[in-house]
C-alpha cells in the first residue's frame, strides 16, 4: 500500500486572511473601508482574539491592510502583493513525516502557535497540521496537552540568560533575574496564563530561575522560608505585570493606536474630570510644571520592581 500525502486544513488565521481577502478583491471592502476587528473577527469565526489578531497581522504583511491612528485598521490603497501560499509546509508521505518527528519539534512549533495565536488557538490538531502529521503521532512523543504546556513553559524559561559568576550585590541579581523573566513574557505574553505562584510546575528551568533569587539573598540573614517568599515574591510580581501584555497587543489592533496615543486621545475628556474639583490632589499633580506620565507597561515594570527592591532592603537591612 502507498502512503499518500493527506492534506491538511488551514490553520484557522489563514482561512480568516482567505476570507478577508476575498472580500477586498471582490470589492466588498474598499480602500479606506474598517475591516473587521479582532473581537469582530473573533464573535464571525469564533476563535480566540490571538488568532483574529495573527489574522491581522498576515493581512498587514500581504499588504492589504494598515493601521490608522484614530480609525482602526483599514484596506490598504496600494495594490496588494500576491498573496504566499496558504502553506509553507512540504507535503509528505504521513509516514516519512512521523517518523521525523520530535518531541523538540512539537514543542517548539507550539510555542510558534502560542506566540502567534495565544494559547486558546493551540491544539495537538492545530500543531499536527503545522507539521504536516497526523494528529495521533503525537501522543507518541506528548502523553497529553498538560505534559505540552510544561514543556513549552520549560523551553522558553530556558531562554533567561544568566552570568556565571552571577554579577556582584543581591539587588543587582534580583533585578536580573526579574528582567530576563520580563524579557521572557515579552516574547511570549502567553507565560502568564500558565504560571501559578500556589501550585509551580515542575520545569527544571523554572526552578533555576528560583535558585538564581534564592541565592542572591542567601546569607543575608533570612530564614529559609523567607529566602523563598522573596524568590515567589519577585517572580508573582513580574507576573502581575505580564498578564497585561495580551490586553495591550489587541487593544493596539483593534484601535490602531498605541497606549500613549490613547491617553494622548482622552487628554480632554480627563481634564474636564479633574477641572470639576472632585479630585483636588490629582488636579494638582498634573497642573506641575515638567509634569510627565507614562503609563506603558515597561515603565510601569520597572517603577514597580524598584519599590519592590527597596522594600526587600528594610526586611535584610536589620539583620545584616
Request: charged fraction near 20%; avoid cysteine.
Amino acid at each position: 500500500m502507498v502512503n499518500r500525502p493527506v492534506a491538511q486544513p488551514d490553520p484557522p488565521y489563514l482561512q480568516i486572511v482567505t476570507e478577508i481577502r476575498r472580500r477586498i478583491e471582490a470589492g466588498e471592502l474598499r480602500s479606506g473601508d474598517r475591516v473587521p476587528s479582532t473581537r469582530q473577527i473573533a464573535r464571525e469565526w469564533g476563535v480566540a482574539i490571538a488568532t483574529a489578531t495573527r489574522a491581522l497581522t498576515t493581512l498587514g504583511q500581504q499588504g492589504l491592510v494598515q493601521a490608522v491612528p484614530r480609525v482602526g485598521t483599514v484596506v490598504a490603497a496600494r495594490q496588494p502583493r500576491p498573496a504566499p501560499p496558504a502553506r509553507t509546509t512540504r507535503h509528505r508521505p504521513a509516514q516519512e513525516a512521523d517518523q521525523e518527528l520530535t518531541q523538540a519539534r512539537i514543542v517548539s512549533a507550539a510555542i510558534s502557535i502560542a506566540d502567534a495565536e495565544g494559547l486558546p488557538a493551540l491544539s495537538m490538531r492545530h500543531i499536527a497540521a503545522e507539521l504536516g502529521v497526523a494528529t495521533m503521532s503525537l501522543y507518541r512523543h506528548v502523553p497529553g496537552k498538560d505534559d505540552l504546556f510544561l514543556l513549552m513553559a520549560d523551553a522558553v524559561l530556558g531562554e533567561a540568560d544568566f552570568p556565571e559568576p552571577p554579577p556582584p550585590g543581591w539587588r543587582t541579581q534580583l533585578e536580573l533575574v526579574a528582567r530576563q523573566q520580563w524579557a521572557i513574557y515579552r516574547r511570549h505574553p502567553w507565560m502568564a496564563r500558565l504560571i501559578s505562584l500556589t501550585r509551580p510546575l515542575p520545569a527544571p528551568n523554572g526552578i533555576a530561575h528560583t535558585e538564581r533569587a534564592t541565592r542572591a539573598v542567601h546569607g543575608l540573614g533570612l530564614d529559609p522560608s523567607a529566602m523563598l517568599y522573596v524568590a515567589i515574591t519577585l517572580a508573582g510580581y513580574v507576573q502581575a505585570v505580564a498578564v497585561n501584555l495580551e490586553t495591550e497587543v489587541e487593544a493596539q489592533q483593534d484601535t490602531g493606536i498605541t497606549g500613549g496615543e490613547w491617553m494622548e486621545s482622552q487628554g480632554e475628556a480627563l481634564a474636564t474630570i479633574l477641572a470639576s474639583g472632585r479630585f483636588p490632589t490629582l488636579s494638582s499633580i498634573s497642573a506641575q510644571p515638567g509634569f510627565d506620565f507614562r503609563l506603558d507597561l515597561d515603565t510601569l515594570f520597572e517603577f514597580g520592581l524598584q519599590l519592590l527592591l527597596d522594600g526587600l532592603a528594610v526586611l535584610i537591612r536589620p539583620q545584616t
